[in-house]
């Protein structure tokens, strides 16, 4: 089998043979070299049968980012007042309560300390593949995935605001963490959502961690759909800079083809045409 990654960070295994669309037509897989132009879709179908509640929704993203699962831990950490409000009014509607410990830690608790009640928040933890998991090992549970489109953006909204960022020089959304499993999760999402994402690795001083970020044409539709509520100001601020693609692209030989004129109206319009990127 042959493993190929695109400049997107996308990745599939597949035979020699299997045949892949190019910009040059059709070729096996074995003929694929690195200059070669892979098309992928703009947008990701799913079902949409899952049912949670919003709460649930956000809950859910907040322990996947910020929270402590493994070791018999059930916190979560924010220096923020903002995301800890938010990560406590969620955690009330699911039926649980919030406790400080420590300056920035919070433990999730149940409502009661009853003996029967004692266990429920390891037992949510359990059904969401959460509990004992240390941050590399974290996933995005499968009918995240089959959520309503809304809800979807609600869960990634939940995401930047804890571990994403802002470039505000580049007009850029992203987010950064040590799990390439839960990044590639991640990614599938906003594919879900109509969104193009970029991921790289980020090497550092421990195991490493892997970056996500949104394309600046994508930027404007995070803007619109994601209910942020920590960084929309800062979003919808860097994006008042010209906005153009960086994933979406063609050779620029096409460019050279096309009609007098026309090169220079799709570039207005957000195609960006150079020779170093893949399609």
Known sequence: CIRI??????????????RLRTFDGWKSAGEIGLQDRIASPRRLPSPEDAAASD???KLLAYMLMEGATSSGNRNFTSADPVLVEDFT?????VGFMVTPRGRMRYDLRPLSTRHAERGRVKDWLVRHGLWGCRAPEKRVPAWV???PERQKWLFLAA???TDGWIQADRGRVGITLASPVLIDDIATLFLQVGV????????NARAGAVALYVDQESGGRCAEQMP???KGDKLRAALQTRRYSLIDTYPY???RGLPCGMGYALQRAGVRMNNRYDL
Not at 5 to 18: K, M, N, P, Y
Not at 196 to 203: G, H, L, V
């Open 5 to 18: 990654r695109t400049r997107t960070g996308r990745t599939i295994t597949l035979t020699a043979e299997h």
């Open 55 to 57: 709460a649930e929704v």
């Open 89 to 93: 009014r969620c955690a009330e509607a």
């Open 145 to 147: 995935f089959r959520l």
């Open 159 to 161: 995401c930047i605001d």
């Open 196 to 203: 193009m994402t970029m991921r790289y690795e980020k090497p």
């Open 228 to 230: 942020l509520i920590l």
């Open 253 to 255: 030989t096409v460019g």
